[in-house]
Every structure is written in C-alpha cells, then in structure tokens.
C-alpha cells in the first residue's frame, strides 16, 4: 500500500515532457505550505523544490495551514490542493468548503458532536426541533431581550428567586395562588383595586397601623 501510495504522488506520475523539458499532463505531488494569498490560494513548495500557487480543491474539507504537507494536483495550467496529509498536533484543525457560502450535514438517523467545549458563533442561530432536551449541572444566560411565546408552560423548582427593577404581569383571565404561607415585604405604598374583594380567614384577621380607614 506504502509503495502504491509513493507512485502516486511522485513527481514523474502521468508526466510528457517536451523536447525542452517543460512538463506536460497532470501530476500528483507532495509539497508543503509556506504562504497564503488568499483564504483559500496558498504557495507550496514540492519535494524537488518547485514553487507552487495552489488552490485548496472542494474536496479538501480540511483547511491548509502553513506548515502542512499536502498532496497537490497540477495539470500545467491551474494547481490544486486535494488532502492535507500531514499536520503538527498544536495546529487547530478547520473544516471549510472553500467559496462556499451554504453547507449542509445530513444523517439518516443521527449526528453526534462530542467534545469537553463546543462553542458556536453566528450572527444568527436558528433551532427548529419538534422536541428539545436541555440537561447540565449550571445554565446560564445573558440577552438585552428576551421573548418568550408558550401554549402551556410548567416549572419545576425547589427554589425560584427573582430580581427586577420594575416587574409586570397581565392575566386576562384567573391567576391562583396555592402557597402554605405567604409573606408580602413592601416598602413604600401597596395598593390594590378590584369591583369585589373577599377576605376569609377561618380564625384570626387582624389590622394594625397607626390609622386604619374603611369606607
């Protein structure tokens, strides 16, 4: 296989040369990265010492970076990237399809990212799910707007706690409250509006303040 693999990528595979010389036909060599013009343009220099302007082929879904020892097509004219073969271990590894704006990852039954961070940056994130499991030890969340539309929604806690500087709530129709005690701390005023108030205690009610007014 060693063998198969070095007859491939010399330098003298599927070559004609001239009576001068120059090359003709397509090659497959080994050459390393040395520079970029562009994103996806890179400068290699073969084996035998050739300089090389290369561009990283569609099918390299593996991003050149300098360094690399890629396998390079050339067919007289243009030059192409097609693998990157080897790579030092502390370079990053990139996954790109170059002059490509749309890509798409689709699986018959199931994709499977695994890794100790995944971090994801957009301009804009887009999740469509018919369900949707969360589960973790913390979760945090920053935003400046949050807007949240439910049919139903239940919460589970053992504690809620909640800090706001203004707070508003609008039930249109009937909002119950089923607490074993309930402790209201204000401040300032509390006022409370209703066309019928009813207020049954089963044994004690009281009223305490330096005046109380009814009616």
Not at 2 to 31: C, M, N, Y
Not at 55 to 64: D, G, N, V
Not at 125 to 149: C, D, K, P, W, Y
Request: hydrophobic letters at 45%; glycine letters at 6%; proline letters at 2%.
């Amino acid at each position: 296989m060693e063998e198969w693999i070095a007859k491939q990528v010399s330098p003298a595979f599927g070559t004609e040369h001239r009576d001068d010389g120059v090359a003709l036909g397509a090659t497959l060599q080994r050459a390393r990265v040395r520079k970029f013009l562009t994103a996806a343009q890179a400068g290699v220099e073969t084996e035998a010492g050739e300089s090389l302007i290369a561009r990283q082929a569609a099918s390299c879904l593996l991003a050149p970076v300098i360094g690399d020892l890629v396998l390079v097509y050339t067919d007289g004219t243009e030059a192409f990237i097609l693998a990157v073969l080897v790579r030092r271990a502390e370079q990053a590894a990139e996954i790109s399809v170059p002059d490509t704006a749309h890509i798409t990852i689709k699986a018959a039954a199931r994709v499977d990212v695994t890794a100790p961070l995944v971090s994801v940056q957009a301009g804009r994130l887009e999740l469509i799910a018919r369900g949707l499991l969360q589960m973790g030890e913390s979760l945090t969340t920053n935003f400046r707007r949050v807007v949240e539309t439910v049919v139903d929604k239940m919460v589970g806690a053992r504690t809620i706690t909640t800090r706001a500087e203004s707070r508003m709530a609008v039930v249109k129709d009937v909002e119950m409250l089923d607490a074993g005690s309930l402790v209201q701390n204000v401040e300032s005023v509390s006022s409370q509006k209703s066309e019928i108030t009813l207020i049954t205690a089963r044994r004690d009610m009281r009223l305490d303040g330096e005046r109380v007014s009814v009616g």
